[in-house]
């Protein structure tokens, strides 16, 4: 499969998604429920949060600096779209703050809007490949139903309203789901593929710094499977 590769969509059912620490929170859960090789809380899958992913290969010039520095530009991809529908989005740019809930968590690069999370990031780096996702909440989200199916106390479920956005909420209407996935998309390919561009025709050495151990130096590398792009 050709890299850089992105890939956008809208689940039409609820399900959960787990980071990898939470493998034993997923008992009894009645929905679809997946265990991400990233880390993490847990995201609540439907048609409230668009999903995207974008696979670089090792070499890209973005990935010389870091699994920080790729969150932080992955960010920006996402906060300068969401700029160019008229939201006044930001990146965080402070210290990581976990929480059991994604989106009550912050992380460098996510993407607020006045200091509320729209958009969350995690990623996954191999030995041939980096896997960077985001989820963007496009409309309210039904908390207290994550809280009860991980059975958290109900009061989580005002804390995470008050400590996200969505896209509804900031254009005073409904987006279309399936338009921005492709936008989206669209928009994160031709990010990735314009900075490997330039920084092949810069002059000067390129050689790649180390990175340390991959996230994911277990995972066997081999080719990239639907179901790996969206965990």
Request: charged fraction near 20%; aromatic fraction near 6%; proline fraction near 8%.
């Amino acid at each position: 499969m050709h890299l850089p590769m992105a890939l956008a969509a809208v689940s039409s059912h609820a399900g959960l998604s787990l980071g990898r620490s939470q493998r034993g929170d997923s008992a009894g859960v009645p929905w679809p429920c997946r265990l991400r090789s990233s880390g993490g809380g847990a995201v609540l899958l439907g048609p409230w949060l668009l999903r995207a992913v974008l696979v670089l290969p090792a070499s890209h010039p973005r990935l010389r600096q870091g699994p920080s520095a790729a969150a932080l530009w992955f960010g920006a991809l996402h906060r300068d779209w969401l700029r160019s529908h008229g939201i006044d989005a930001h990146c965080h740019e402070g210290p990581l703050s976990s929480h059991w809930a994604c989106f009550a968590g912050r992380a460098p690069g996510e993407v607020l809007v006045d200091g509320r999370k729209l958009t969350g990031v995690s990623q996954t780096w191999r030995r041939d490949r980096v896997q960077l996702w985001s989820g963007t909440l496009l409309s309210p989200v039904p908390w207290s139903m994550l809280c009860r199916e991980l059975n958290r106390r109900i009061e989580h479920a005002q804390v995470l309203a008050e400590s996200t956005t969505t896209v509804q909420c900031c254009l005073g209407y409904a987006p279309d789901a399936a338009r921005w996935a492709v936008e989206l998309s669209t928009h994160l390919r031709a990010g990735a593929s314009e900075d490997a561009t330039c920084a092949a025709s810069r002059p000067g050495p390129r050689a790649r710094p180390r990175l340390g151990p991959p996230v994911e130096a277990n995972v066997a590398d081999g080719p990239i499977r639907q179901e790996e792009c969206f965990p």
